[in-house]
């Protein structure tokens, strides 16, 4: 097991628990005390746990994986997930992306869907032959970063203060530029779905956005693995009554699903 999957691991198990043993870690890794113990003051340093006597414990309640650790997670189910968001959008609309694992995958997926003439055949919105085949707007740097250099698709960035967990931009000139678009489709990442309160965040600012591009959007369009289903976070997006598809795996549970359905949202499961 290399040193990143490593702390892959050891950041999961500690997402999972709020706390580590040196002891418990070494042997769930199959590696020695000593190991741990230098992974745990690497990671120390970075400021991503805390060490403590003979372990370590997350930074504060609701734990948070810095986004370059969450991409391997469930990896499978969100390219699929991603794929068949991809396929929702039509030629020449307005895509609006939030950060995250899930939405990235989406983003490289759109990329590729455009670029190799099969969207031509998708949708029923059509664009002029001399506009973008797609314009997307979205607040995380890493997205724009990734779709800057794809010439058949716009890409409009929000200003704003990016968050070094999600390379989300957040705050006031985010919001400023948001309020001045007008979207055809968001496609939203999340950090957990519940019957009763909705889609939630890890962080009120990262909510606060998402529930913006909602606002703006005509379809909103919910992409998350089944391990999101049932679970709740820290701030609250939106209610199930402003969003129209959730796209998820199999790994649903049917109750779930029933749920959904009777709150008005459609889910599709791949």
């Known amino acids: 097991m290399s040193k990143h999957e490593r702390w892959n691991t050891l950041l999961e198990l500690l997402a999972a628990?709020?706390?580590?043993?040196?002891?418990e870690?070494?042997?769930?890794?199959?590696v020695s005390a000593a190991t741990i113990r230098r992974d745990l003051d690497e990671l120390a340093e970075q400021q991503l746990l805390i060490r403590t006597r003979g372990g370590a414990v997350a930074h504060g309640v609701s734990y948070e994986l810095p986004l370059r650790y969450?991409?391997?997670?469930?990896?499978?189910?969100?390219?699929?997930?991603?794929?068949?968001?991809?396929d929702l959008i039509a030629p020449g609309e307005v895509?609006?992306?939030?950060?995250?694992?899930?939405?990235t995958e989406v983003a490289r997926a759109l990329a590729l869907r455009f670029a190799s003439g099969r969207a031509d055949t998708a949708g029923t919105a059509g664009t002029a032959s001399s506009g973008p085949?797609?314009?997307v707007v979205t607040n995380a740097l890493n997205i724009a970063?990734?779709?800057a250099v794809r010439p058949q698709i716009k890409i409009v960035t929000t200003g704003g203060v990016a968050r070094p967990q999600t390379y989300e931009l957040v705050g006031p000139l985010t919001v400023g530029v948001l309020n001045e678009v007008v979207l055809d489709v968001v496609v939203l990442g999340v950090d957990g779905v519940d019957a009763?309160?909705?889609?939630?965040?890890?962080?009120?600012?990262?909510a606060s956005i998402s529930r913006l591009f909602a606002e703006r959007a005509s379809r909103v369009v919910v992409v998350t693995d089944s391990s999101k289903m049932g679970r709740r976070a820290f701030a609250r997006i939106c209610g199930l009554d402003r969003?129209?598809?959730?796209?998820?795996?199999?790994?649903?549970?049917?109750?779930?699903?029933?749920?959904?359905?009777?709150?008005?949202v459609k889910v599709l499961t791949v």
């Not at 870690?25 to 199959?30: F, R």
């Not at 991409?71 to 991809?86: P, V």
């Not at 992306?97 to 899930?102: A, D, I, K, R």
């Open 95 to 103: 895509v609006g992306l939030n950060g995250g694992t899930t939405t």
């Open 25 to 30: 870690a070494a042997t769930a890794l199959d």
């Open 243 to 264: 969003i129209d598809l959730l796209v998820t795996d199999t790994g649903i549970d049917a109750e779930a699903v029933a749920q959904l359905t009777e709150a008005g």
């Open 17 to 23: 628990s709020g706390k580590l043993e040196v002891e």
């Open 145 to 147: 970063g990734e779709l």
């Open 133 to 135: 085949a797609l314009t």
């Open 196 to 206: 009763g309160l909705g889609v939630m965040a890890h962080q009120e600012d990262e």
């Open 70 to 86: 969450k991409s391997t997670r469930h990896a499978a189910e969100k390219r699929r997930i991603a794929e068949a968001a991809a």
